[in-house]
Protein backbone atom coordinates (compact mmCIF):
# COMPACT_ATOMS: atom_id res chain seq x y z
CA UNK A 1 0.00 0.00 0.00
CA UNK A 2 1.23 3.60 -1.06
CA UNK A 3 1.35 5.79 2.07
CA UNK A 4 1.21 8.96 0.64
CA UNK A 5 0.37 8.86 -3.65
CA UNK A 6 0.05 11.87 -6.11
CA UNK A 7 -1.45 11.88 -9.06
CA UNK A 8 -0.25 12.51 -11.89
CA UNK A 9 3.23 11.56 -11.95
CA UNK A 10 4.28 13.74 -14.76
CA UNK A 11 2.40 16.85 -16.46
CA UNK A 12 3.53 18.44 -19.43
CA UNK A 13 1.26 21.57 -20.62
CA UNK A 14 1.70 25.10 -22.56
CA UNK A 15 2.14 28.16 -20.41
CA UNK A 16 -1.10 29.94 -19.63
CA UNK A 17 -2.97 26.72 -19.04
CA UNK A 18 -4.60 25.95 -15.73
CA UNK A 19 -3.48 22.30 -13.83
CA UNK A 20 -4.32 20.44 -10.97
CA UNK A 21 -2.08 17.42 -8.39
CA UNK A 22 -3.73 15.58 -6.37
CA UNK A 23 -2.75 13.78 -3.32
CA UNK A 24 -3.81 11.32 -0.94
CA UNK A 25 -2.06 10.02 2.46
CA UNK A 26 -2.96 7.04 4.40
CA UNK A 27 -1.11 7.22 7.25
CA UNK A 28 -3.78 8.66 9.10
CA UNK A 29 -1.75 11.80 9.68
CA UNK A 30 -3.13 14.99 10.99
CA UNK A 31 -1.46 17.65 8.44
CA UNK A 32 -0.57 17.49 4.74
CA UNK A 33 2.24 19.82 3.13
CA UNK A 34 3.29 20.62 -0.62
CA UNK A 35 6.61 21.56 -1.00
CA UNK A 36 8.34 22.38 -4.49
CA UNK A 37 11.75 21.33 -5.42
CA UNK A 38 13.28 23.16 -8.03
CA UNK A 39 16.18 21.76 -10.66
CA UNK A 40 18.82 22.73 -8.23
CA UNK A 41 16.99 20.36 -5.94
CA UNK A 42 16.16 23.17 -3.60
CA UNK A 43 12.80 22.31 -1.55
CA UNK A 44 10.88 25.14 -0.72
CA UNK A 45 7.73 24.57 1.49
CA UNK A 46 4.52 26.18 -0.25
CA UNK A 47 1.86 25.31 2.08
CA UNK A 48 0.27 22.97 5.04
CA UNK A 49 -2.66 22.13 6.55
CA UNK A 50 -3.65 20.75 9.42
CA UNK A 51 -7.21 18.81 10.13
CA UNK A 52 -8.02 20.65 6.56
CA UNK A 53 -7.51 24.54 7.89
CA UNK A 54 -4.25 26.02 6.19
CA UNK A 55 -1.91 26.04 8.59
CA UNK A 56 1.10 27.70 6.68
CA UNK A 57 0.84 29.55 3.31
CA UNK A 58 4.53 30.74 2.58
CA UNK A 59 5.22 33.43 0.26
CA UNK A 60 3.53 31.70 -3.07
CA UNK A 61 1.69 33.54 -6.23
CA UNK A 62 -2.08 33.24 -6.18
CA UNK A 63 -1.90 31.64 -8.48
CA UNK A 64 -1.57 28.59 -6.59
CA UNK A 65 -4.67 27.41 -4.57
CA UNK A 66 -4.63 24.59 -2.58
CA UNK A 67 -7.69 22.53 -0.84
CA UNK A 68 -8.02 19.79 1.50
CA UNK A 69 -11.51 18.31 1.15
CA UNK A 70 -10.71 15.97 4.56
CA UNK A 71 -7.12 15.17 6.49
CA UNK A 72 -6.35 12.55 3.91
CA UNK A 73 -6.61 14.63 0.62
CA UNK A 74 -4.64 17.58 -0.61
CA UNK A 75 -5.09 19.08 -3.90
CA UNK A 76 -3.01 21.68 -5.54
CA UNK A 77 -4.33 23.42 -8.69
CA UNK A 78 -2.33 26.16 -10.49
CA UNK A 79 -3.65 28.69 -12.91
CA UNK A 80 -2.11 30.66 -15.57
CA UNK A 81 1.04 28.47 -15.61
CA UNK A 82 4.13 30.04 -16.08
CA UNK A 83 7.78 28.70 -17.62
CA UNK A 84 9.35 29.15 -14.00
CA UNK A 85 6.59 26.80 -12.45
CA UNK A 86 8.30 24.15 -14.01
CA UNK A 87 9.36 21.66 -10.87
CA UNK A 88 8.93 18.33 -8.93
CA UNK A 89 5.69 19.23 -6.80
CA UNK A 90 5.86 16.84 -3.52
CA UNK A 91 2.89 16.31 -1.28
CA UNK A 92 3.94 15.31 2.06
CA UNK A 93 2.26 14.19 5.36
CA UNK A 94 3.35 14.16 9.53
CA UNK A 95 1.65 13.80 12.32
CA UNK A 96 0.53 16.65 14.65
CA UNK A 97 2.34 18.98 12.80
CA UNK A 98 5.75 18.01 13.70
CA UNK A 99 5.09 18.43 17.34
CA UNK A 100 7.30 17.17 19.66
CA UNK A 101 10.83 16.66 18.57
CA UNK A 102 9.13 15.09 15.25
CA UNK A 103 10.55 15.87 12.30
CA UNK A 104 9.64 13.39 9.93
CA UNK A 105 7.94 14.38 6.40
CA UNK A 106 6.27 10.82 4.53
CA UNK A 107 6.55 12.23 0.90
CA UNK A 108 5.05 11.42 -1.67
CA UNK A 109 6.65 10.05 -5.08
CA UNK A 110 6.47 13.71 -6.42
CA UNK A 111 4.60 15.13 -9.19
CA UNK A 112 7.06 17.05 -12.80
CA UNK A 113 5.33 19.69 -14.27
CA UNK A 114 7.02 21.13 -17.32
CA UNK A 115 5.39 24.26 -18.29
CA UNK A 116 6.22 24.36 -21.97
CA UNK B 1 21.91 34.94 3.58
CA UNK B 2 19.91 31.56 3.25
CA UNK B 3 18.26 29.73 6.12
CA UNK B 4 20.08 26.06 5.64
CA UNK B 5 23.29 26.34 3.71
CA UNK B 6 25.24 23.26 2.22
CA UNK B 7 27.64 22.65 -0.03
CA UNK B 8 26.17 20.81 -2.97
CA UNK B 9 29.21 19.39 -4.39
CA UNK B 10 29.20 16.62 -5.52
CA UNK B 11 31.28 15.54 -2.90
CA UNK B 12 33.18 12.01 -4.43
CA UNK B 13 34.90 9.38 -2.08
CA UNK B 14 35.79 6.03 -3.05
CA UNK B 15 34.35 2.80 -1.59
CA UNK B 16 35.32 2.26 1.71
CA UNK B 17 36.01 5.69 2.37
CA UNK B 18 34.29 8.08 5.29
CA UNK B 19 31.71 10.96 3.39
CA UNK B 20 31.59 14.08 5.61
CA UNK B 21 29.05 16.02 4.64
CA UNK B 22 28.32 19.64 6.60
CA UNK B 23 25.52 22.11 6.90
CA UNK B 24 24.95 25.30 8.81
CA UNK B 25 21.81 27.02 9.96
CA UNK B 26 21.20 30.81 10.67
CA UNK B 27 18.14 30.64 13.28
CA UNK B 28 20.20 30.74 16.67
CA UNK B 29 17.26 29.46 18.16
CA UNK B 30 16.91 26.50 16.26
CA UNK B 31 16.70 23.10 18.29
CA UNK B 32 15.82 19.91 15.77
CA UNK B 33 17.92 19.30 13.13
CA UNK B 34 17.42 16.78 10.40
CA UNK B 35 19.42 14.62 7.31
CA UNK B 36 17.00 13.38 4.56
CA UNK B 37 18.29 11.13 1.78
CA UNK B 38 16.82 11.77 -1.75
CA UNK B 39 17.78 9.27 -4.61
CA UNK B 40 18.14 10.76 -8.08
CA UNK B 41 14.21 11.15 -9.47
CA UNK B 42 12.82 9.92 -6.15
CA UNK B 43 11.32 11.15 -2.95
CA UNK B 44 12.86 12.00 0.29
CA UNK B 45 13.29 10.08 3.15
CA UNK B 46 14.21 11.14 6.62
CA UNK B 47 17.91 8.99 7.76
CA UNK B 48 18.64 10.70 11.49
CA UNK B 49 17.88 13.74 13.31
CA UNK B 50 19.69 15.68 15.95
CA UNK B 51 18.24 17.49 18.74
CA UNK B 52 21.68 17.52 21.42
CA UNK B 53 25.06 18.67 20.93
CA UNK B 54 27.46 15.79 20.32
CA UNK B 55 27.22 12.79 18.27
CA UNK B 56 24.34 10.31 17.54
CA UNK B 57 25.04 7.33 16.23
CA UNK B 58 22.93 4.82 13.92
CA UNK B 59 25.06 1.95 12.29
CA UNK B 60 26.93 3.74 9.75
CA UNK B 61 25.59 6.68 10.24
CA UNK B 62 27.22 9.73 12.56
CA UNK B 63 25.17 12.84 13.33
CA UNK B 64 27.12 15.74 14.63
CA UNK B 65 25.41 19.12 16.16
CA UNK B 66 27.47 21.89 17.77
CA UNK B 67 24.67 24.87 17.98
CA UNK B 68 27.54 27.36 19.56
CA UNK B 69 28.71 26.98 15.29
CA UNK B 70 25.37 26.45 14.18
CA UNK B 71 26.64 23.60 12.64
CA UNK B 72 25.77 19.99 12.01
CA UNK B 73 27.16 17.39 10.50
CA UNK B 74 26.68 13.71 9.10
CA UNK B 75 29.64 11.77 8.55
CA UNK B 76 28.86 7.90 6.55
CA UNK B 77 31.56 5.51 7.41
CA UNK B 78 32.52 2.85 5.17
CA UNK B 79 30.75 4.67 2.46
CA UNK B 80 28.63 2.51 -0.27
CA UNK B 81 27.86 2.93 -3.76
CA UNK B 82 24.30 2.88 -2.77
CA UNK B 83 24.75 5.55 -0.55
CA UNK B 84 25.28 7.60 -3.76
CA UNK B 85 22.50 10.40 -3.52
CA UNK B 86 21.61 13.97 -2.59
CA UNK B 87 21.43 14.49 1.86
CA UNK B 88 19.37 16.91 2.50
CA UNK B 89 19.75 19.13 5.66
CA UNK B 90 16.62 20.35 7.42
CA UNK B 91 15.60 22.48 10.61
CA UNK B 92 12.45 22.87 12.10
CA UNK B 93 11.18 25.95 12.73
CA UNK B 94 8.15 27.28 14.26
CA UNK B 95 4.83 28.66 11.98
CA UNK B 96 2.17 30.25 14.10
CA UNK B 97 1.29 27.12 16.29
CA UNK B 98 2.68 24.47 14.00
CA UNK B 99 6.33 23.21 12.70
CA UNK B 100 7.80 23.58 9.29
CA UNK B 101 10.60 22.19 7.96
CA UNK B 102 13.08 24.41 6.61
CA UNK B 103 15.45 22.56 3.77
CA UNK B 104 18.87 22.96 2.39
CA UNK B 105 19.43 22.56 -0.71
CA UNK B 106 21.54 19.36 -0.56
CA UNK B 107 25.06 18.20 -1.14
CA UNK B 108 25.35 14.91 -4.06
CA UNK B 109 27.26 12.37 -2.68
CA UNK B 110 28.87 10.01 -5.36
CA UNK B 111 30.59 6.84 -3.49
CA UNK B 112 32.75 5.15 -6.40
CA UNK B 113 33.64 1.68 -6.73
Known amino acids: DTAVSQTPKYLVTQMGNDKSIKCEQNLGHDTMYWYKQDSKKFLKIMFSYNNKELIINETVPNRFSPKSPDKAHLNLHINSLELGDSAVYFCASSQTGLAGNTGELFFGEGSRLTVL | QKEVEQNSGPLSVPEGAIASLNCTYS??????FFWYRQYSGKSPELIMS????GDKEDGRFTAQLNKASQYVSLLIRDSQPSDSATYLC?????????????FGAGTRLAVHP
Open chain 2, 50 to 53: IYSN
Open chain 2, 90 to 102: AVRRASGGYNKLI
Open chain 2, 27 to 32: DRGSQS
